[in-house]
């Protein structure tokens, strides 16, 4: 059986996120705080830096305060490992992210839905990003806890 590459699954899921994000509902404000706020969680190895595709795995947490701060498994030739930035969560649970070095400091638009066994991460362009699996969550702050 041949494996799948990240970057082909990253490329099938962008092809597919216009039809995904148009049948099933996007989370409310109250499950994405819920969810992703006081928790470390971590993607499938497949992500998006700098709009672009990376077979890498990420780890971010958010504390309650509206701070983020994320690591990327295996250094990115082009970024920072780890990067801290803000959030907001809108009413209709879009957030906004700017990281300080990441996305090039400009402010980037996701939404998350709920699936059987993962959270997916859409930008709200239904451009796909990551899966986080539901059994990758831990509680608390587990990146600064590791310093």
């Known amino acids: 059986m ?3 590459s990240p970057l082909l699954f990253l490329a099938l899921m962008t092809v597919s996120s216009v039809t995904l994000a148009s049948s099933i509902n996007s989370m409310s404000k109250a499950e994405v705080e819920k ?5 470390t969680f971590t993607s499938i190895a497949v992500s998006r830096l700098n709009s672009n595709p990376t077979d890498n795995t990420f780890v971010g947490t958010l504390d309650s305060k509206g701070n983020i701060m994320g690591k990327f498994v295996n250094k990115p030739s082009s970024a920072p490992q780890t990067d801290t930035g803000v959030y907001k969560i809108n009413n209709d649970g879009s957030m906004y992210i700017t990281w300080k070095n990441w996305e090039g400091g400009k402010e980037m638009c996701v939404k998350f839905y709920n699936t059987k066994n993962d959270y997916l991460a859409m930008g709200c362009d239904n451009e796909f990003h990551t899966a986080f699996p539901k059994n990758a969550f831990q509680s608390g702050d587990q990146l600064n806890s590791q310093k």
């Open 35 to 39: 969810t992703f706020i006081d928790k």
């Open 2 to 4: 041949k494996k799948l």
